[in-house]
């Protein structure tokens, strides 16, 4: 009997002890009143947007009401926001001025590049690292230690780019959504380019990229969906409930937050624990 019951001990051991992994199911759907937007970044529990059709930065709160009318732009992009005790500070690519807004509090000044942009669609900051995706330009202008960089040219080869649209750095390398290469790319900081991601996934514009510690989020602009990849650049889940020409996607916290640019929306998917069939 001492030995049925240290057998079924084992067993239920075992079976508590299996893998659970999570996905990423939807929840909700929020509507943007007169809004298109573009690019997607959060304050808190609010939202930042960039409304590029009606030339203008938007914040809105949890059930999609604009609070604040952040300035005029022309056809701002892919945005990026650097918040700490001392500072809030907006980065807003101007796609059709060629150049780079910055607004500190009411202070509204331009981001001085020692080169010339054509039509910048996105800026990510990251310490004392900038990168700028050069649209028109088919690169990436990337600055550390004082120097900018030109990071690829036109091309379809890993390297190359055909009309980049966003960008994000990390830690160790720069992730780039290679918008009609139909990809993402990753560079180290030297400027090597390391990886393609998306390749053989069917994507149709790739235009938003969003990189966590464990995962990358890449928008599938033309097939209404986001696909998911670990950081080896391995799919691991493709969503599409309620997604409709999505250009952004974010992390906060447990939530995703995908921007539709053709309904006017914030979509939220939440992680679900899910314990997979051994």
Known sequence: MKLIYVLLSVVLLGCSQQPVETDWTYEKSISLDGINPIGLVSDDDQYILSDGDHNRVVKVDYTGEIT?????????MHLDYVKDKSTQRLFIPEYGKDSIAVIEGTNKSYLSITDSLDAPASISMFKDEIAIADFYNHRVLYFSNGTWQSLGSEGKKLGQFYYPTDVQIMENYLYIADAY???AQVWTKNGEPVMEIGMNDNLKAATGIHVTATELFLTDFE????LIYDRMGDLKQIIEKGIDKPTDVIQNDDELIIANYRKGELVFYKKTAIKRKQ
Do not use: C, L
């Open 181 to 183: 290469n139909d990809r």
């Open 68 to 76: 604040q009318t952040i300035g005029e732009f022309e056809r701002p």
């Open 223 to 226: 097939n209404d969906r986001i």
